[in-house]
């Protein structure tokens, strides 16, 4: 082959290459757009596609609260499950008095184990239910810390896991199979972004939100055919009682206004950030946070900074 011919297909190749990296970022943005753009004047009409009950776990704080409260402002009665019975009081009084809809409370503790599901299957039993919110969450250790310095760490590490993965897993169980009966529902289950890639000094709790990530989106694939949409959704920071309430600002979204962004992207995507800015947040910073500078010790000492400072500023 002649050198010239040799540069030719050479250019050749550095065009095509060029063209799918222009291609691929005008679909992003394409995608972008209509997943949070869009959708805030095409709203998916929730309560005309799934009808019945929402149900919304840990409800009585934070994006748990924000959502049922949404639900409700969308039409929907809502079932609102948390471990504080004075708390869910309050907040069904405000749902029924903001929103004119019906509720139904259920006292659980979902740091325990398996035997705490019998009574919530009961009282979910005579309900038609079209939504889940699975957002009951917890850390498991208010700084950031190695693993092995999190205090009384087997009681930590079996709250961990009951709560954030063995609570989605059992709340599925027991609402999806009457939403495959109807052949249409709505399962939301509030991961993270720190579930998008190894989190050090965050290690149980980014490790639960990948389990939740990938639970999502595989369940979404195995029950699309019936009806079933399931939903990942990954926020970063909300200022929510896990973290410190922090001021809100440009990239800190309040919950309301997180879960009322959220709640759009439903019909137009089953993985998402949430909400523009968060997404933009990720498009941006995901390629500088790759495993190699998540693991290294300038990123540790960066995370715990970040979060003493959240403290003190608090």
């Keep these: 082959m002649e050198e010239s011919q040799f540069y030719r297909w050479l250019h050749l190749l550095g065009l095509l290459a060029l063209s799918y990296l222009v291609l691929r970022q005008v679909w992003t943005l394409l995608i972008g757009i209509k997943n949070h753009i869009l959708s805030r004047w095409w709203r998916t009409n929730l309560k005309k596609k799934y009808g019945g009950w929402a149900v919304v776990t840990g409800a009585t704080d934070g994006i748990g609260k924000a959502y049922a409260k949404e639900l409700a402002r969308r039409g929907f009665d809502v079932v609102l499950i948390s471990r504080t019975v004075e708390k869910l009081q309050k907040v069904a009084e405000e749902i029924e008095k903001e929103s004119r809809r019906n509720t139904k409370i259920i006292q659980v503790d979902f740091t325990g184990g398996p035997e705490i599901y019998p009574k919530v299957e009961k009282a979910l039993r005579d309900l038609d239910i079209g939504i889940l919110v699975n957002n009951v969450g917890m850390t498991y250790h208010p700084d950031a810390c190695r693993f092995l310095e999190v205090p009384d760490i087997n009681k930590g590490i079996s709250n961990i896991m009951n709560c954030n993965v063995l609570s989605m897993v059992h709340m599925t169980r027991i609402v999806l199979p009457r939403m495959v009966v109807r052949k249409k529902g709505l ?52 200022s929510t009682n896990m973290t410190n309430n922090m001021a809100t600002n440009i990239l800190v979204k309040t919950s309301d206004d997180y879960a009322r962004e959220a709640l759009n992207t439903v019909g137009y995507s089953h993985r998402t950030n949430g909400c523009l800015i968060h997404c933009l947040q990720n498009y941006i910073l995901g390629p500088l946070l790759t495993e190699t500078f998540m693991n290294s010790r300038i990123c540790m000492f960066l995370v715990g900074y970040a979060m003493r400072r959240i403290q003190k500023i608090n």
């Excluded at 639960?208 to 195995?222: G, I």
């Design 187 to 238: 399962i939301i289950n509030i991961s993270s972004a720190a579930g998008d890639r190894p989190y050090p000094m965050l290690t149980m709790y980014s490790a639960t939100k990948v389990f939740m990530d990938f639970f999502s989106r595989s369940l979404h694939y195995e029950y699309r055919s019936d009806g079933i949409t399931v939903q990942s959704v990954l926020p970063a920071l909300v």
